[in-house]
Structure formats: C-alpha cells, structure tokens
C-alpha cells in the first residue's frame, strides 16, 4: 500500500493550546499536502510542501517534511474550536495523491 | 468559481440496480479522481483522469464504470453492487494531469453517500 500512517489516530485538546501530527510515508514524493475534513464532507486543501523545502508557514499553520526520514509533521497553533475535524496527509507523485490514515482532532471551548 | 459539484448527495439502491454519480467542475481543470471513503478512513484512489482519458485504475472492480464524457464532467457508473460498496465517493479534480507539477492541489466535491441494500 501506497498510504501513509499517522499519528496520534486521535487528539483532544483545549482552545488556545497547540495541535501537532505526523505523518510518515514509503514513497519518493514530489510534494507532500495536509487536508482537513470535517464530518461527511469533502476535503479541503490547507497546505503543500515541497520535496525540497523543509518547512512551511500559512497562519497558524506549520509544515515541516523531512524527505530522509520520510516524515511530515502539521502544527495548528492556538486552537479553536472550529479546527475540530480530521485530518490527512497527501503524498504527491504527479497527479497521483495517496492519503494517510488522518488524525482526529477535538478542540474542546 | 472553486467549486466541485456532486450529485446526489444521498443514494440509496438494490444490488441488482444500475445508477450513476455526477461530478462536474469549472476551474479548467485537466485531472480529476474518483475516491472510496469508508467511516473513519482515508479516501482510497479509484480512478484518475488525465485529459479525459482514464490513467489510473486502482484494480477497482469492474462494477465500478468512470466515464469522463468532457473536461467538465465526471461520471461513475454503478452496477450490481454489493452492501460493502455503500460508502462516501468523493470526487476532486486538480490543475493538471502532468507529472511534476509542484503545485498540483486537489478540490473536492461534498461527496455522494451511497447505500447499497
């Protein structure tokens, strides 16, 4: 299988504290995406590294990939309530997107 | 106009039926994808197509049909399915279907929650 594993499979936490997951994955890559996806709905698109960067920044999201490793992490700082969802790691070769097992976040207000 | 449009939403249909799911899009988008997603599970790839031709199949049963009849439009016909196939499809479409493009980033229908009794 061409899915990558997260972890934690799920987070609870309280608003205003921070919310980090990980993602590893088998594959060489030509960028690696985070998604979100809240209950029966579709995804939507947060944020994409490239296999040559090591971190990326977009508000209160933060994206580190290490390629050695083949290792992603997201960190969502001060959390609200509305980031209560799931979400999934995207490995990107070409026009083929292979998602991990997601991360079940709470915020708790 | 960033939208991927699904229908119907819900679907409910007897093994022995014959249905089809909707997609279209707007953006001049050249890819777009067929996913399977189970409760609390990632969307699985089905199918992707690349200029409207069919690129990649995911060893999906041939009850499943794609069919994209133009750039806008994506089609998945169902036949004879079986009650482990209900689930939420997913259709997305992103920018291209070229190999190596970095900013190649997928937009995603609401889904169409499908039962099969």
């Known amino acids: 299988s061409q899915q990558g594993e997260e972890d934690p499979q799920a987070l609870s936490i309280q608003e205003g504290e921070n919310a980090t997951m990980n993602c590893s994955y088998k594959?060489?890559?030509?960028?690696l995406q985070w998604y979100r996806q809240n209950s029966g709905r579709g995804l939507v698109h947060l944020i994409l590294i490239r296999s040559n960067e090591r971190e990326k920044h977009s508000g209160r999201l933060r994206v580190t990939l290490d390629t050695s490793k083949k290792s992603s992490s997201l960190l969502i700082t001060a959390s609200r309530a509305a980031d209560t969802a799931s979400y999934f790691c995207a490995t990107v070769k070409g026009n083929q997107f292979y998602f991990g097992t997601g991360t079940s976040l709470t915020v708790i207000p | 106009d960033t939208e991927v449009t699904q229908t119907p939403k819900h679907l409910v249909m007897g093994m022995t039926n014959k249905k089809s799911l909707k997609c279209e899009q707007h953006m001049g988008h050249r890819a777009m994808y067929w996913y399977k997603q189970k409760a609390k599970k990632p969307p699985e790839l089905m199918f992707v197509y690349s200029y409207e031709k069919l690129s990649i199949n995911e060893s999906v049963p041939s009850r499943f049909s794609p069919e994209c009849p133009n750039s806008s439009l994506l089609n998945l016909h169902l036949h004879a399915l079986q009650p482990e196939d209900s689930a939420l499809y997913l259709c997305?479409?992103?920018?291209?279907?070229?190999?190596?493009?970095?900013?190649?980033?997928?937009?995603f229908g609401a889904g169409t929650r499908l039962s099969v009794l």
């Open positions: 997305a479409s992103s920018l291209t279907g070229l190999a190596g493009v970095a900013k190649n980033i997928q937009y």
């Open positions: 594959t060489s890559i030509n960028n």
